[in-house]
């Protein structure tokens, strides 16, 4: 089971659009719609922004969004705020009812 | 209002056998659909999942780790603890616990730093 291939980092600026990939296999992310997306700041514990690929918990902002297409996920985080530089995690479940992780990508606010 | 929080030792001689514990509150885990697991991240690198335990007692083991890796529930104590044996300094990690409902984890605690060395 290998970690997911996100990219190492992107940059926006501010009111721009990002999108984040996290490719995987057909035994992760291609067989299951059960994607999430986490962010983390600096010394601080993972937040969900997006599970099941698309769907977003209460509170998070519509600015915020998720989507899938074959063994890639993809987050897309609209109108970039300085509050959202951080990095951000993808999360699949697995074949054998596991959970894998990506390898996270750094987020630059420029 | 969930919460979780996670304990254990700071410092860890390798070949040790490392347990920590999540207590937690704002949920059952005798609750159907409920889990807790567990995730550590390694200074500056990414998130590993290990371990996840449901209501139902049923327990999934990230493959790479499977043989070393032990979680159990008090569901009476709201706890959930997690052993890993023959520990070694590339197992210096801030460990997180973190609750589970569906297939993603929603709430997570603030995590413990834990050191292997000698």
């Known amino acids: 089971q290998s970690a997911l291939t996100q990219p190492a980092s992107v940059s926006g600026s501010p009111g721009q659009s990002i999108t984040i990939s996290c490719t995987g296999t057909?035994?992760?992310?291609?067989?299951?719609?059960?994607v999430s997306w986490y962010q983390q700041h600096p010394g601080k514990a993972p937040q969900v922004m997006v599970y099941e690929v698309s769907k977003r918990p209460s509170g998070v902002s519509n600015r915020f969004s998720g989507s899938k297409s074959g063994n890639t996920a993809s987050l897309t985080i609209s109108g970039l705020q300085a509050e959202d530089e951080a990095h951000y995690y993808c999360c699949s479940y697995a074949s054998s009812s596991t959970w894998v992780f990506g390898g996270g990508t750094k987020l630059t606010v420029l | 209002q969930i919460t979780l929080k996670e304990s254990g030792p700071t410092l860890v001689k390798p070949t040790q056998t490392l347990t920590l514990t999540c207590t937690f509150s704002?949920?059952?885990?005798?609750?159907?659909?409920?889990?807790v697991g567990w995730i550590r991240q390694p200074p500056g690198k990414a998130l590993e999942w290990l371990a996840l335990i449901y209501w139902n007692d049923d327990k999934r083991y990230s493959p790479s780790l499977k043989s070393r890796l032990t979680i159990t529930k008090d569901t009476s104590k709201n706890q959930v603890v997690l052993t890993m044996t023959y520990v070694d300094p590339v197992d210096t990690a801030t460990y997180y616990c973190?609750?589970?409902?569906?297939?993603?984890?929603?709430?997570w605690g603030q995590g413990t730093l834990v050191t292997v060395s000698s």
């Open positions: 057909s035994s992760d992310v291609g067989s299951y719609n059960l």
């Open positions: 973190a609750h589970a409902t569906g297939y993603y984890f929603d709430s």
């Open positions: 704002g949920f059952s885990l005798s609750t159907g659909g409920v889990g």
